[in-house]
């Protein structure tokens, strides 16, 4: 009976320690032949990259020529990976005429066709790549499809198509955007607003009116806003400091202080530390301390026992004025509850960061 066994189990043995044989020899191989292919492959693109580098280069001097273009036109079909790599890899760090000049070669090698029609595909990252390509290439022609990949049913794509629009830059794109402020996830958003940025102040009239028409997002425009900056904003702001809704009056004040105080938005801030919302009076303290209006100071001592939230900023803010605000805290530093804790704090951060420690 052993006897049967062992031979058996030689028997079953035997063929699958040549059948392991055989497929780990068909890996290696296999590994071998692809680990060639990779190599022939880089060789060959190093080769074309060489080949077609000095007509890209020819691209970003003063000026393009007419026979530089008619080259790049030329460029084989089966070549045009090569040029494209060259040509967005430049594009990620290049800026004014250059991108221009980049377009133009572009649209000669007929590589803005391709982008557009990658917007088509059905893989999710050919449309993704197709999109950005198109933004940094700043294609104001695509503009119309770039709105429809807005709404494109993968995140990745939408993303793409919301940075390809801020870099594109088209006065056009801006109330795209804001109509869809309120619809995005919070990381959306983020991206929305980074594009808004890209636009500056050339934005803020299309923010404000956007604001007026959906009140619901003022507050969010108000935000945004304070990032662009720029006087058109600050204007419209201050304005808002006095709407009814605390929301917006908070966000207005936020705004104001990461832009910068003039004068009349000083007495804007001080009115503010009498709002009946904490909130808003805590964004006025915000304000003073980052503008450091020393003449604030008495103000801002009053209410360190106020709500936590405005007491904190007060501190902050008197931490920040220098001497009248050193002297304005060493009035409270016995006082009672979070007063005296808040003075002894500041007064300890600010000789802490005067000694370097």
């Not at 790549?129 to 429809?148: C, Q, S």
């Not at 959906?214 to 808002?240: N, T």
């Not at 530390?273 to 303290?285: K, S, T």
Request: aromatic content about 6%; charged content about 25%; proline content about 4%.
């Amino acid at each position: 009976m052993f006897t049967y066994i062992t031979d058996l189990f030689v028997a079953v043995l035997v063929p699958f320690l040549a059948l392991s044989a055989i497929v780990l020899t068909a890996m290696l191989v296999f590994l071998v032949v692809q680990r060639g292919i990779d190599e022939l492959q880089f060789r060959r693109r190093q080769r074309l990259t060489a080949r077609y580098r000095e007509l890209v280069d020819g691209l970003l001097g003063p000026e393009i020529s007419d026979r530089c273009l008619v080259e790049i036109s030329r460029v084989p079909a089966r070549h045009r990976y090569v040029i494209e790599t060259m040509f967005l890899k430049t594009l990620a760090l290049a800026t004014g005429t250059v991108v221009e000049r980049l377009r133009d070669g572009a649209r000669a090698a007929s590589l803005v066709d391709d982008w557009v029609h990658q917007l088509s595909s059905r893989k999710w990252w050919v449309r993704a790549e197709g999109t950005r390509a198109l933004g940094l290439v700043r294609e104001t022609r695509a503009l119309p499809l770039m709105f429809k990949v807005l709404d494109d049913e993968h995140e990745e794509v939408r993303a793409a198509a919301v940075e390809a629009l801020g870099l594109i830059g088209h006065p056009q794109a801006i109330p795209v955007l804001l109509a869809r402020l309120s619809d995005q996830s919070r990381h959306q958003r983020a991206r929305i607003v980074e594009a808004l940025r890209e636009f500056g102040d050339v934005a803020t009239p299309a923010m404000v009116q956007h604001a007026r028409t959906r009140p619901a997002d003022a507050a969010m425009v108000a935000d945004i806003l304070g990032l662009v900056g720029g006087h058109v904003a600050a204007e419209e702001l201050k304005r808002w400091t006095g709407d009814p809704n605390p929301l917006i009056r908070t966000a207005a004040m936020r705004a104001i202080g990461t832009i910068g105080l003039d004068q009349d938005s000083v007495q804007l801030a001080l009115a503010a530390l009498a709002d009946e919302a904490p909130e808003v009076r805590a964004m006025g303290a915000r304000a003073l301390g980052r503008a450091r209006r020393s003449d604030t100071a008495t103000r801002l001592v009053a209410h360190l026992d106020d709500e936590w939230i405005v007491a904190a900023s007060c501190a902050d803010a008197l931490r920040r004025l220098g001497r009248p605000g050193v002297d304005a805290l060493q009035t409270r530093i016995d006082d009672p509850g979070y007063a005296g804790d808040l003075a002894r704090q500041m007064l300890w951060e600010r000789r802490t960061a005067t000694a370097g420690v």
